[in-house]
């Protein structure tokens, strides 16, 4: 039923996920850990579908805040489900009305830092399901010092939990453990036992997998090309040559960048500001002049103020420059604390100083006086070469243009509107303010003021509009990296790296804004080269062929940049290279040795513990998703067909309707709340509006969820059905079905009864029961069939009692045989989280013995340090450590007992719930009974 109400295309990986996520009622969650790409938000959708038809309501997404409108989106156009952006304002704005905004009757979406500033109101509520995507970001949640994975998993430790992520494992198999402990602290043991069992030497990778098994899937792109299309990428390398003048201007900065001591550069976090200028040096011209002004301004207020530290200016200089997306927390995360403890303030230079602040004045200066930078007139011919291409594969003429600085982007905005673009660029990034961007965001409020689109927050809203304004407006998206997360852009298929960032990861998620599931055409990836850089050249080559980023099908695999424990470690590699290599020879000695060690990094084991760990080795994969897609789209056909007759039933003499087109006009809507309009039946056929909102024809899309669907389904529950005699026409069906004409001519009687069992969960079953004159029982499955002919009701019935009586009986036996099999399916469940709660416990003893056999291991290494020790001073202080950690070993060995006492205990209590809960209480009701017969 939820897939029904889905607007997506089918894929069977998608279908197979969220049934594995809906499968235990016993389970407190799942991890869908799918290659990048390949649609877990749809099938976290599916499963929010699932919950939603159920009238399981309470529902929240936590995920990065770059992800909201996404996900709001999303839901609203391929789900139809209602859902709330909810950050500080939005809360504040409910809370002064008098809301309670998280019991709204909708999806919630939170981001991370959010959800972890709500957790004492997210803690107070029984969600039905809690959505984490990017789980892997706060995979150390068990920490104590992440402090918003540690709230986050406060918050939400008695909830079922759904958890995304492509990249579940990338350098440790304790993040495995991490990512365990936010859906379910019974899982596994605590992280020593944990290490113990499965990071040491000697432990159990077949082991490790088959307790994965039971709670994370994982799909790749390489098992699903059969049903899903991929477009491919195509690299196009735009070499350029500085003039002159510009190359002066490089080599002039570069060789002030490599001073051994420098004002400009304060000592604290001196290789970040150095990477910082790097970047903006390859930019463009007006980059590196509002940069080299940045230092000079440091400068005189050292020289005014004689402060020479200044250990927040790496983060201010980011600001200033506008150096955009997660780069500041990434690389103050990495940042080396050597330097801040190394750091040793000196008195300051006067004559060097002053020449320091003259020197940056004269790099500005003629950083300014280059009106041009030939770089940008290359982006001119790669735009007419790229956009060449798209009119070859008939792709729409549009393109995204990357840029590391807002200073280049201002330039470039500028050069491309004076240059036969004029009012076709769009700006993209991490303030989307200014006119222009105010205005297409009004606009786009004024366009979906009755859309319900709007979440109430500007900046999740501006992002937006600005995207539909590229999309139906612009021809160009010139971005920062705020717009590599979070935005999809299969409507484009040419992607421009004006500035190529050394970090891999970094490229991948800007190259996968176009390059997704949707895309319907190649994606054509531009890069430029300075031919008179030797080490741009290295690094383009790097990072083409080492991590596959600009061509071929699938782009970088996960396990490819997840070897690189850091993004931006990388790039630092790469900074040192710049700083240090004055020659072309050292420049090529240094990147020799740095891809031998990248060779090395990828070919690590930890990459051979992922393949053993997530890939399905089973031959019948294709095959088993092949059935999969068949039985749903089978299963979907029938819902359709169901809703429809239903619905031109419920409907009669208040719409007329188009059976060709599955669509009807409504003319008299059944209630005030329901809008007239034409209404088109939900169909994955056929482009269809994207919502149950009217589209740009003034349809509507009509489905189960939309408040009409609601109505015509109500109704029909709500009718009387006396005992009646129909009669089902066969002869006459559209298509052959097997069974029931076997019945031409025959007649019988057949009674449908209602049974509800509650156990694990409320379980709700429709249950045939019937015969033919000659006695003969008929099963399930050809009464439902029955139902799927065209019939009419010929009289009311009088059925006799002896023949309720057969009819009652044979409806007991089979609600009897339905709970036997409910109460069989629910066992199976039952041992499943037995058996978890006893490798648990197994887990738990280990780790009390592993604490014991550590304390033992340090009294041997005390007592050999003690033989070696030769004074009374030194002995003495060991014989206190020694007496110390013995006195630990006596309690641990007096406790262990207690402690594998208090597990068990602890074990069988959590079993002895699962039984008590196991108990099934169930309620049957006859819906109807008739008289059948076959014509």
Same mark, same amino acid.
């Given at each position: 039923?939820?897939?029904?109400?889905?607007?997506?295309?089918?894929?069977?990986?998608?279908?197979?996920?969220?049934?594995?996520?809906?499968?235990?009622?016993?389970?407190?969650?799942?991890?869908?850990?799918?290659?990048?790409?390949?649609?877990?938000?749809?099938?976290?959708?599916?499963?929010?579908?699932?919950?939603?038809?159920?009238?399981?309501?309470?529902?929240?997404?936590?995920?990065?805040?770059?992800?909201?409108?996404?996900?709001?989106?999303? /839901?609203?156009?391929?789900?139809?489900?209602?859902?709330?952006?909810?950050?500080?304002?939005?809360?504040?704005?409910?809370?002064?009305?008098?809301?309670?905004?998280?019991?709204?009757?909708?999806?919630?979406?939170?981001?991370?830092?959010?959800?972890?500033? /709500?957790?004492?109101?997210?803690?107070?509520?029984?969600?039905?399901?809690?959505?984490?995507?990017?789980?892997?970001?706060?995979?150390?949640?068990?920490?104590?010092?992440?402090?918003?994975?540690?709230?986050?998993?406060?918050?939400?430790?008695?909830?079922?939990?759904?958890?995304?992520?492509? &990249?579940?494992?990338?350098?440790?198999?304790?993040? /495995?453990?991490?990512?365990?402990?936010?859906?379910?602290?019974?899982?596994?043991?605590?992280?020593?036992?944990?290490?113990?069992?499965?990071?040491?030497?000697?432990?159990?990778?077949?082991?490790?997998?088959?307790?994965?098994?039971?709670?994370?899937?994982?799909?790749?792109?390489?098992?699903?090309?059969?049903?899903?299309?991929?477009?491919?990428?195509?690299?196009?390398?735009?070499?350029?040559?500085?003039?002159?003048?510009?190359?002066?201007?490089?080599?002039?900065?570069?060789?002030?960048?490599?001073?051994?001591?420098?004002?400009?550069?304060?000592?604290?976090?001196?290789?970040?500001?150095?990477?910082?200028?790097?970047?903006?040096?390859?930019?463009?011209?007006?980059?590196?002049?509002?940069?080299?002004?940045?230092?000079?301004?440091?400068?005189?207020?050292?020289?005014?103020?004689?402060?020479?530290?200044?250990?927040?200016?790496?983060?201010?200089?980011?600001?200033?420059?506008?150096?955009?997306?997660?780069?500041?927390?990434?690389?103050?995360?990495?940042?080396?604390?050597?330097?801040?403890?190394?750091?040793?303030?000196?008195?300051?230079?006067?004559?060097?100083?002053?020449?320091?602040?003259?020197?940056?004045?004269?790099?500005?200066?003629?950083?300014?006086?280059?009106?041009?930078?030939?770089?940008?007139?290359?982006?001119?011919?790669?735009?007419?070469?790229?956009?060449?291409?798209?009119?070859?594969?008939?792709?729409?003429?549009?393109?995204?243009?990357?840029?590391?600085?807002?200073?280049?982007?201002?330039?470039?905005?500028?050069?491309?509107?004076?240059?036969?673009?004029?009012?076709?660029?769009?700006?993209?990034?991490?303030?989307?303010?200014?006119?222009?961007?105010?205005?297409?965001?009004?606009?786009?409020?004024?366009?979906?003021?009755?859309?319900?689109?709007?979440?109430?927050?500007?900046?999740?809203?501006?992002?937006?509009?600005?995207?539909?304004?590229?999309?139906?407006?612009?021809?160009?998206?010139?971005?920062?990296?705020?717009?590599?997360?979070?935005?999809?852009?299969?409507?484009?298929?040419?992607?421009?790296?004006?500035?190529?960032?050394?970090?891999?990861?970094?490229?991948?998620?800007?190259?996968?804004?176009?390059?997704?599931?949707?895309?319907?055409?190649?994606?054509?990836?531009?890069?430029?080269?300075?031919?008179?850089?030797?080490?741009?050249?290295?690094?383009?080559?790097?990072?083409?062929?080492?991590?596959?980023?600009?061509?071929?099908?699938?782009?970088?695999?996960?396990?490819?940049?997840?070897?690189?424990?850091?993004?931006?470690?990388?790039?630092?590699?790469?900074?040192?290279?710049?700083?240090?290599?004055? &020659?072309?020879?050292?420049? #090529?000695?240094?990147?020799?040795?740095?891809?031998?060690?990248?060779?090395?990094?990828?070919?690590?084991?930890?990459?051979?513990?992922?393949?053993?760990?997530?890939?399905?080795?089973?031959?019948?994969?294709?095959?088993?998703?092949?059935?999969?897609?068949?039985?749903?789209?089978?299963?979907?056909?029938?819902?359709?067909?169901?809703?429809?007759?239903?619905?031109?039933?419920?409907?009669?003499?208040?719409?007329?309707?188009?059976?060709?087109?599955?669509?009807?006009?409504?003319?008299?809507?059944?209630?005030? #709340?329901?809008?007239?309009?034409?209404?088109?039946?939900?169909?994955?056929?056929?482009?269809?509006?994207?919502?149950?909102?009217?589209?740009?024809?003034?349809?509507?899309?009509?489905?189960?969820?939309?408040?009409?669907?609601?109505?015509?389904? /109500?109704?029909?529950?709500?009718?009387?059905?006396?005992?009646?005699?129909?009669?089902?026409?066969?002869?006459?069906?559209?298509?052959?079905?097997?069974?029931?004409?076997?019945?031409?001519?025959?007649?019988?009687?057949?009674?449908?009864?209602?049974?509800?069992?509650?156990?694990?969960?409320?379980?709700?079953?429709?249950?045939?029961?019937?015969?033919?004159?000659?006695?003969?029982?008929?099963?399930?499955?050809?009464?439902?069939?029955?139902?799927?002919?065209?019939?009419?009701?010929?009289?009311?019935?009088?059925?006799?009692?002896?023949?309720?009586?057969?009819?009652?009986?044979?409806?007991?036996?089979?609600?009897?045989?339905?709970?036997?099999?409910?109460?069989?399916?629910?066992?199976?469940?039952?041992?499943?989280?037995?058996?978890?709660?006893?490798?648990?416990?197994?887990?738990?003893?280990?780790?009390?013995?592993?604490?014991?056999?550590?304390?033992?291991?340090?009294?041997?290494?005390?007592?050999?340090?003690?033989?070696?020790?030769?004074?009374?001073?030194?002995?003495?202080?060991?014989?206190?450590?020694?007496?110390?950690?013995?006195?630990?070993?006596?309690?641990?060995?007096?406790?262990?007992?207690?402690?594998?006492?208090?597990?068990?205990?602890?074990?069988?209590?959590?079993?002895?719930?699962?039984?008590?809960?196991?108990?099934?209480?169930?309620?049957?009701?006859?819906?109807?009974?008739?008289?059948?017969?076959?014509?």
């Amino acid at each position: 039923m939820s897939l029904f109400d889905a607007a997506v295309d089918l894929n069977p990986h998608q279908i197979e996920a969220a049934l594995f996520a809906l499968e235990s009622p016993l389970s407190k969650g799942v991890l869908l850990a799918d290659e990048v790409g390949l649609g877990k938000t749809i099938e976290a959708g599916i499963v929010l579908c699932q919950f939603w038809a159920e009238r399981k309501r309470r529902l929240i997404v936590i995920c990065p805040a770059s992800l909201r409108k996404q996900w709001a989106l999303e /839901l609203l156009e391929k789900f139809n489900l209602p859902s709330q952006v909810l950050d500080a304002k939005t809360f504040k704005d409910a809370k002064r009305q008098g809301k309670s905004p998280l019991t709204e009757k909708s999806v919630l979406i939170v981001s991370f830092n959010f959800a972890s500033a /709500l957790r004492e109101e997210i803690k107070a509520i029984a969600w039905d399901l809690v959505v984490i995507d990017e789980a892997h970001k706060i995979r150390n949640a068990y920490r104590a010092s992440n402090k918003v994975g540690q709230g986050i998993r406060w918050a939400t430790e008695d909830c079922r939990k759904l958890l995304l992520t492509a &990249t579940p494992l990338q350098n440790s198999l304790i993040e /495995l453990y991490g990512l365990s402990t936010l859906i379910d602290e019974h899982l596994f043991g605590d992280v020593n036992a944990f290490r113990a069992r499965y990071a040491s030497a000697g432990s159990s990778i077949t082991d490790l997998r088959q307790r994965l098994a039971t709670f994370c899937k994982r799909t790749l792109r390489n098992q699903v090309t059969e049903f899903v299309r991929y477009t491919e990428r195509r690299a196009i390398t735009r070499p350029f040559t500085p003039n002159d003048v510009e190359q002066s201007l490089y080599e002039a900065v570069s060789a002030f960048l490599q001073r051994p001591n420098s004002y400009a550069l304060p000592q604290r976090q001196r290789h970040l500001t150095a990477l910082i200028l790097r970047k903006l040096l390859a930019s463009s011209s007006q980059a590196i002049a509002g940069t080299l002004d940045t230092l000079r301004a440091r400068l005189e207020t050292l020289r005014d103020e004689q402060v020479a530290d200044d250990p927040e200016f790496a983060e201010r200089l980011i600001d200033a420059e506008d150096i955009e997306g997660d780069l500041l927390d990434d690389i103050l995360a990495e940042d080396e604390p050597s330097e801040d403890e190394a750091f040793k303030p000196e008195a300051v230079d006067r004559e060097k100083l002053k020449e320091e602040i003259a020197l940056l004045q004269q790099l500005a200066d003629r950083a300014r006086s280059i009106p041009v930078d030939t770089k940008t007139d290359t982006l001119l011919k790669a735009l007419d070469i790229g956009f060449a291409q798209m009119a070859e594969t008939g792709a729409a003429r549009k393109a995204l243009i990357f840029t590391e600085s807002r200073r280049t982007q201002e330039y470039l905005k500028g050069f491309l509107e004076d240059h036969g673009y004029q009012g076709q660029v769009v700006l993209f990034n991490g303030t989307n303010g200014g006119p222009e961007a105010t205005a297409i965001y009004e606009g786009w409020l004024a366009k979906n003021r009755d859309t319900g689109r709007s979440s109430g927050s500007r900046a999740i809203d501006v992002r937006a509009a600005l995207v539909e304004q590229f999309r139906d407006e612009a021809t160009i998206l010139l971005a920062t990296e705020a717009a590599s997360e979070g935005v999809n852009l299969q409507f484009c298929s040419l992607v421009v790296n004006y500035d190529l960032p050394w970090n891999p990861q970094r490229i991948e998620q800007r190259i996968g804004r176009c390059h997704r599931y949707g895309q319907k055409h190649d994606v054509v990836v531009i890069n430029f080269l300075n031919e008179r850089n030797e080490a741009d050249r290295r690094v383009l080559e790097l990072l083409g062929e080492k991590f596959s980023l600009f061509n071929g099908v699938f782009g970088a695999s996960d396990d490819v940049l997840g070897s690189i424990e850091s993004g931006v470690d990388f790039e630092k590699r790469i900074l040192s290279i710049y700083q240090e290599c004055r &020659t072309s020879e050292e420049i #090529e000695a240094a990147f020799l040795k740095l891809q031998e060690e990248m060779d090395e990094s990828i070919r690590a084991r930890m990459d051979d513990t992922r393949r053993k760990l997530f890939e399905r080795f089973d031959e019948d994969v294709h095959q088993r998703l092949r059935v999969k897609l068949a039985d749903t789209k089978a299963q979907l056909d029938r819902v359709g067909q169901r809703f429809w007759s239903l619905t031109r039933f419920i409907l009669a003499g208040r719409a007329r309707f188009d059976d060709d087109a599955l669509a009807f006009d409504l003319k008299a809507p059944p209630s005030p #709340e329901i809008a007239k309009g034409r209404y088109h039946l939900i169909s994955k056929s056929q482009p269809e509006p994207g919502s149950d909102r009217r589209d740009e024809q003034g349809q509507f899309l009509y489905r189960l969820s939309h408040p009409l669907g609601e109505n015509v389904v /109500l109704n029909g529950k709500s009718l009387s059905t006396p005992d009646a005699a129909v009669v089902f026409d066969v002869t006459n069906h559209p298509s052959r079905i097997h069974d029931v004409e076997a019945l031409s001519g025959k007649a019988g009687y057949l009674v449908l009864t209602r049974l509800q069992i509650e156990s694990y969960e409320r379980e709700e079953h429709l249950l045939f029961s019937g015969f033919d004159d000659d006695g003969a029982s008929l099963d399930q499955e050809t009464m439902e069939k029955l139902f799927a002919c065209s019939g009419h009701s010929e009289e009311q019935a009088v059925i006799a009692p002896v023949i309720v009586d057969r009819l009652n009986a044979q409806a007991e036996r089979h609600a009897k045989a339905t709970i036997s099999l409910s109460l069989e399916q629910n066992s199976v469940h039952f041992h499943q989280a037995r058996e978890k709660l006893e490798k648990w416990a197994d887990d738990m003893v280990l780790s009390a013995e592993k604490a014991l056999a550590d304390t033992k291991e340090q009294i041997k290494a005390l007592r050999r340090e003690a033989r070696q020790v030769v004074t009374l001073e030194e002995q003495h202080a060991i014989q206190e450590k020694l007496q110390k950690v013995e006195r630990q070993q006596r309690r641990q060995r007096q406790e262990i007992f207690a402690v594998e006492d208090e597990i068990m205990e602890k074990r069988d209590t959590l079993i002895d719930q699962l039984e008590r809960r196991l108990a099934q209480r169930t309620e049957a009701e006859t819906l109807f009974t008739i008289r059948w017969r076959v014509v």
